[in-house]
C-alpha cells in the first residue's frame, strides 16, 4: 500500500533533485526522507531515482510515475478543501513563473498569499521557458506574451505592452529606423522569438531581425540594450523606467507590437482546485485593468 506523504516526498524530491535539499524544505532528516523513498519504490516495485554524489535523478520509471503522483496529491488537496468546514486553503501549489517578471511583480503577490492562508505551501519556480505543467508537477504557470494553441487551460489577468526600443548612443551610430524593412539593416537584441509583430495600420507585418545579441532572458537583453547594442522589443514592466530616464528611446512608434497578455496557465480539468482560484482572484486584484498597473 502506498502512503500519501511517501507521494509527496518523492515529489519534493524530484522538484529539488537530492535528498539534502527535499530534506531542507519538509523539515526533516535526511534518514526519514531516504526511508520514505525506499518503501515507495518497494510498493511499486521500481527503482524511482538514481542517486549519486550530486543529487538524485528521475529513472525512466520515475519520469512516468511523478506526473501520476503529482496528479494524485493534486487531488487528495482538492478533496481535503472540499470537506474543510472551514473552507481553508491548504496544500502545496507549485507555481512556474517567468524569471524576467517573477522576483520583481510576483513575488510580493506570493508571499501576500502566503500570509492570507497559512497552510498554503507554496513553491515558486522562476526561469523564462515554457515549463511542461503536467511533466514536471507543477499546478500553475505564469505566462506573459502570446500563448500557443495547446490543451492546457488559460486565464487572461491583464494586457502586456511592449514597444521598439535602442539606446541613444546606437540610433546616433547606425541611424533611426523609419520603417519595419529599415530593421533588417539594424543590429537586434532577440529575447526567446526570433520575430517581431508589428501593427502597420490595419496590418501585421513580420520581421525577423538580425540577432547581434541574444539571450532567454529580459534582464539580460535589457542589459544589452542600455549598451548599445542593438533594436530591442522590450516589454513595458522592463522598459518604461529607462524610457523615462532617457537611457532608451523608442523606435518607430508608429508600428507598435501587437498586445500580449499575463495570463493564469493550469493543466487540463474541469475542476479548477481552490488554491488555484485564489492565487488567479490575487492576481486580478494586483494586475487587473482596475488597478491601474501597466505591464
Request: aromatic content about 6%.
Amino acid at each position: 500500500m502506498i502512503d500519501t506523504d511517501d507521494l509527496r516526498t518523492f515529489l519534493e524530491v524530484a522538484e529539488a533533485g537530492g535528498v539534502t535539499p527535499a530534506a531542507r524544505r519538509l523539515g526533516l532528516s535526511k534518514s526519514i526522507v531516504s526511508r520514505q523513498l525506499t518503501r515507495l519504490e518497494s510498493a511499486l516495485g521500481a527503482q524511482l531515482l538514481s542517486r549519486t554524489t550530486r543529487g538524485a535523478v528521475l529513472t525512466e520509471a520515475g519520469v512516468v510515475f511523478r506526473e501520476h503522483a503529482a496528479r494524485v496529491v493534486s487531488e487528495l488537496d482538492a478533496a481535503q478543501e472540499a470537506i474543510s468546514p472551514d473552507g481553508e486553503v491548504r496544500g502545496r501549489l507549485r507555481i512556474a513563473a517567468p524569471l524576467s517578471f517573477g522576483p520583481t511583480h510576483l513575488a510580493p503577490v506570493l508571499a501576500d498569499l502566503a500570509l492570507q492562508h497559512p497552510r498554503l505551501h507554496i513553491h515558486a519556480a522562476y526561469a523564462d521557458r515554457f515549463v511542461d505543467l503536467v511533466g514536471e508537477g507543477f499546478d500553475v504557470a505564469v505566462r506573459l506574451g502570446y500563448l500557443a494553441d495547446s490543451s492546457l487551460v488559460a486565464r487572461r489577468i491583464a494586457p502586456v505592452h511592449g514597444r521598439l526600443v535602442a539606446s541613444p548612443d546606437y540610433l546616433a551610430r547606425a541611424g533611426a529606423p523609419k520603417t519595419p524593412a529599415d530593421l533588417h539593416d539594424h543590429d537586434a537584441i532577440i529575447a526567446q522569438r526570433g520575430e517581431w509583430r508589428l501593427r502597420d495600420g490595419a496590418e501585421f507585418v513580420t520581421v525577423r531581425p538580425r540577432a547581434r545579441f541574444s539571450a532567454d532572458n529580459g534582464e539580460a537583453s535589457m542589459a544589452a540594450a542600455l549598451k548599445g547594442l542593438g533594436v530591442f522589443l522590450a516589454p513595458d514592466f522592463l522598459g518604461a523606467a529607462h524610457l523615462a530616464s532617457g537611457a532608451l528611446v523608442e523606435v518607430l512608434p508608429d508600428y507598435p507590437s501587437p498586445e500580449g497578455g499575463l495570463y493564469v496557465v493550469r493543466p487540463p480539468g474541469e475542476h479548477v482546485p481552490r488554491k488555484v482560484r485564489v492565487l488567479t482572484d490575487l492576481l486580478i486584484e494586483r494586475f487587473g485593468e482596475r488597478s491601474g498597473i501597466r505591464l
